[in-house]
């Protein structure tokens, strides 16, 4: 495995998820607040069941490398504040997240986004990361954008799973030559 088992930031700690971060997972994804603006793949009201099975399959697909979800812990109050997921460790592969509402605003996202990105990149597998948000997530897409990633209209069919709405959603790239350029 490229990826890092775990990674660590001025303020946060990202690493696997465990079956007992379920009660914090799952009132981050019962949110709307949150919720509104990740995929519609995301079941709302996001119910405990549809947590175990997200840290089931987190777990399982972590331990095989088939996809890389990472619970965050913010380092001054231990608690959780929400993921960050790397769909695959590819050459090119999608990288989404979610913060709980009482931490947005506060560079946060841009701190786990760029984590993840740097040690994906670092890994030596991964040569561009691609990241979709809703079109009216002015925050998701300050993120990308602070971290190095470039709009590219609207996502190509391989990666149009959103469900909103058609138009509704933002394309990202960060290739690796890029982010050589901002070391």
Known sequence: MALPLAIETK???LKPYEAEMLDFHVEILANWAVTQWLSTNVA????R???IKFIEDAIREFNEGISFRY???????????????????TMETEVGYWLHPDFWGKGLGTEIVEAVVNGGFKGGIIK????QTAAKNKGSRRILEKVGFK???SPPPEYSRCGHAQGCSEFYRFDIKDWKSHE
């Open 128 to 131: 561009c990361f691609v990241a």
């Open 44 to 47: 709302f009201p996001y119910k």
């Open 49 to 51: 069941e549809d947590g």
């Open 71 to 89: 619970a965050i812990t913010d380092k001054a109050t231990g608690r959780h504040v929400g993921g960050i997921r790397v769909f695959s460790e």
């Open 151 to 153: 709009q590219k209209g």
């Open 11 to 13: 303020k946060l700690i």
